[in-house]
């Protein structure tokens, strides 16, 4: 599975950025899929992540009530809608992928990963 992420960039404080994950497999849906972001210095931390049927989602206590994450198998993209951005969610995100309805929270649980895209908030 090759997973391509997409939607980074610049924005300010308070703004909003929607970031999108596709898969090469067209039996992504059977895939939980994961958003994980690492800032300079700092270790990769986990995001969000939802189940293969959508109907499991879980948030980082740091960005819940504010990052929303969605898919629709139909369509294969995972996506991220992040709103109220902090100059503290600067990082470079990656979706991560894993076969099956488990939905982890632990990066080491994710055999897929993309390239990453860049996020920068600035206040």
């Known amino acids: 599975v090759q997973l391509q992420a997409s939607g980074g960039g610049w924005v300010q404080a308070g703004g909003s950025l929607r970031l999108s994950c596709a898969a090469s497999?067209?039996?992504?849906?059977?895939?939980?899929l994961g958003w994980f972001r690492q800032a300079p210095g700092q270790e990769r931390e986990f995001v969000a992540a939802i189940s293969w049927s959508g109907g499991v989602t879980l948030y980082a206590d740091s960005v819940k009530g504010r990052f929303t994450i969605s898919r629709d198998n139909a369509k294969n993209p995972v996506d991220l809608q992040m709103n109220s951005l902090k100059p503290e969610d600067t990082a470079v995100y990656y979706c991560?992928?894993?076969?099956?309805?488990?939905?982890?929270?632990?990066?080491?649980?994710?055999?897929?990963w993309g390239q990453g895209t860049q996020v920068t908030v600035s206040s």
């Open positions: 497999r067209r039996t992504f849906s059977s895939y939980a």
């Open positions: 991560a992928a894993r076969r099956g309805d488990y939905v982890p929270i632990n990066d080491y649980e994710y055999a897929y």
